[in-house]
């Protein structure tokens, strides 16, 4: 078993939608949980950091973590095609200095 | 531009050959990590460096190695070099204190 599992879709979805990406994971000694974004043929940037449970939120993207279903989500508000791009999750046991175990990442398609 | 510099961009090289990528970390950040990507697999870990010296190793060959120099920058070689050594290969670096990682825009490696 992966130590983390995403759907790799592909997610296609109209401009205006809410996106909702997610990740399981098995380790639960995992505390922190980021999402990246990567456009093709680029390094991914990091979106979203968050510690333990509960929501984050940054303009139109919401993390949610629940370390009790070792469930995590990134939601998308008013989708737009420039957030066309693959979605990766990561996580990790200690804040910096640690490896990150990543998805295998959600290819997400807006279409205008 | 996130600060972290790889090079070459591309590259092209036969089978059994030797490589190596370079790769500058933002400054100040003094731990850098090497991950592989390729399609099926998704990012894979393998090998940090802490201000020159290892500190942790994943799924890293033991065709591959990597070095930290004093100076920060890290270079990581690739020898006999097989068909399923093509990928994407990212160098990210980090600093205690702050959040993630940032990375690289890769090195595209196809090994024909």
């Known amino acids: 078993q992966k130590e983390v599992e995403q759907d790799p879709g592909p997610l296609s979805v109209p401009e205006g939608a809410i996106v909702s990406l997610n990740c399981t994971y098995s380790n639960s000694a995992f505390q922190y949980f980021m999402w990246y974004r990567q456009y093709s043929r680029k390094g991914p940037e990091l979106l979203m950091y968050?510690?333990?449970?509960g929501n984050k939120e940054d303009g139109r993207f919401t993390a949610q973590v629940d370390k009790s279903s070792k469930y995590i989500s990134l939601f998308i508000r008013d989708s737009q095609p420039s957030d066309s791009a693959t979605y990766l999750c990561a996580m990790s046991v200690g804040n910096t200095g640690n490896q990150f175990y990543f998805g295998t990442g959600t290819s997400l398609t807006v279409i205008p | 531009d996130s600060g972290v510099t790889q090079t070459p961009k591309h590259l092209i090289t036969a089978t059994g050959q030797r490589v190596t990528l370079r790769c500058s970390p933002r400054?100040?950040?003094?731990?850098v990590y090497w991950y592989q990507q390729s399609l099926d697999q998704g990012l894979q870990f393998l090998i940090q460096y802490y201000n020159g010296e290892e500190r942790a190793k994943g799924n890293i060959l033991e065709r591959f190695s990597a070095q930290q120099f004093p100076d920060l920058h890290s270079e990581l070689n690739l020898s006999s070099l097989e068909l399923g050594d093509s990928a994407l290969y990212f160098c990210a670096s980090s600093v205690e204190g702050r959040e993630g990682y940032t990375f690289g825009s890769g090195t595209r490696l196809t090994v024909v």
């Open positions: 968050t510690y333990s449970s």
């Open positions: 400054s100040g950040d003094l731990s």
